[in-house]
């Protein structure tokens, strides 16, 4: 069996359109970690209508920005797991996402 380097490009899958590369998926993700509390703010105020609509917005948000995050991360793993860095990805977007289920 071939090795990933040892193939071609074009028979790759491109993960580019996630991110560009590893810096702009380490840069979102620390945005997002950075973020996902911004949700608690509406605690105790879904009753509004105006908050109800901007919670969901907000909740929409972050979950495909992590969603995008674990895409890129778990793909970037799956080609090749002799490269640890793509599963500490994984490991960090997986803590991510229990963080903002604890928050939610």
């Known amino acids: 069996m071939k090795n990933r380097s040892e193939i071609e490009e074009k028979y ?3 993960t580019k359109s996630l991110f560009i590369n590893d810096e702009a998926f380490e840069k979102e993700l620390d945005e997002v970690s ?3 509390s911004e949700i608690s703010k509406y605690n105790n105020s879904l009753l ?3 908050n ?3 919670c969901l917005d907000k909740d929409e948000e972050i979950s495909r920005r992590l969603m995008r995050l674990y895409t890129y991360a778990h793909l970037n793993n799956d080609f090749d797991l002799s490269v640890n860095k793509y599963n500490e990805y994984v490991k960090r977007v997986i803590k991510l996402f229990n963080d903002y289920s604890i928050i939610t």
């Open 52 to 54: 109800l609509l901007k």
């Open 48 to 50: 509004d209508g105006d």
């Open 34 to 36: 950075k973020n996902i």
């Open 12 to 14: 790759k899958l491109d």
